[in-house]
């Protein structure tokens, strides 16, 4: 495993299927959770990466080391609502890894784009690295990212996370966990997003599966 797992969601298995009820019968599709990760990055300290998002004042920064990075695949779907879901789920993803570059659970961009479930969950995942000291380095690809909208306010994303590349690094020890390539470096995650009172598509549940065949190369 490359990168540490969030927290296992209350009945994780009727959640998934309830997202993917949810989902059925939209343009695209969605699926379950294991971590919350990600996060487009640069030097010590620089812009958040390739997820732009959608036109809303005041969104706070969002920045990265040098030596991590996400990569977000499929960011145009030709649907302007769809394309603003996907930003904003891929920030979501970027801050909280912003939150465990910077040993935090009180940065501003962790609230912004995470509520309800979503925040309690990333903030006990990041608080695990905080407590053993761990950061991780390398790249993650977060690739097969599918919207299905239900109404204005509220939509569905099912994607992958290719962790292959990506590893934890002990700050203390400056250790590097270089763990063999296998299915567990692959994770399908379903997310919930709803639009707030300033536009932004906050995620407020998530849900994975760490290994699943639908993730596998």
């Known amino acids: 495993?490359?990168?540490?797992?969030?927290?296992?969601a209350t009945a994780l298995a009727a959640t998934a299927a309830l997202l993917l009820t949810a989902c059925g019968?939209?343009?695209d599709k969605s699926s379950d959770n294991d971590k919350i990760a990600g996060a487009d990055t640069q030097s010590s300290k620089s812009a958040s990466p390739s997820a732009s998002a959608s036109?809303?004042?005041?969104?706070?920064?969002i920045?990265?080391?040098?030596d991590a990075k996400n990569v977000f695949e499929d960011q145009k779907t030709g649907d302007k609502t769809k394309d603003a879901v996907l930003a904003d789920s891929a920030l979501s993803i970027?801050?909280?890894?912003?939150?465990?570059?910077?040993?935090?659970?009180?940065?501003?961009?962790?609230?912004?784009y995470n509520a309800d479930k979503a925040l309690s969950s990333s903030i006990t995942y990041v608080q695990g690295y905080i407590d053993d000291a761990d950061t991780w380095i390398g790249e993650t690809r977060?690739?097969?990212?599918?919207?299905?909208?239900?109404?204005a306010n509220k939509a569905y994303i099912t994607y992958c996370?290719?962790?292959?590349?990506?590893f934890i690094k002990n700050k203390k020890t400056k250790k590097v966990d270089k763990t063999p390539t296998t299915a567990n470096a692959y994770v399908l995650y379903h997310s919930v997003l709803t639009k707030n009172a300033e536009?932004?598509?906050?995620?407020?549940?998530i849900v994975s599966n760490r290994g699943d065949k639908a993730c596998q190369p």
């Open 94 to 112: 970027n801050s909280v890894d912003e939150a465990i570059f910077k040993g935090s659970t009180n940065t501003k961009a962790l609230g912004f």
């Open 199 to 205: 536009g932004v598509w906050q995620t407020t549940n």
């Open 1 to 8: 495993m490359k990168r540490r797992t969030l927290p296992a």
């Open 142 to 151: 977060y690739f097969d990212r599918k919207v299905t909208l239900s109404g």
């Open 25 to 27: 019968g939209g343009d």
């Open 55 to 61: 036109s809303t004042s005041d969104r706070p920064d």
């Open 161 to 166: 996370s290719d962790e292959s590349k990506s």
């Open 63 to 66: 920045t990265f080391p040098s």
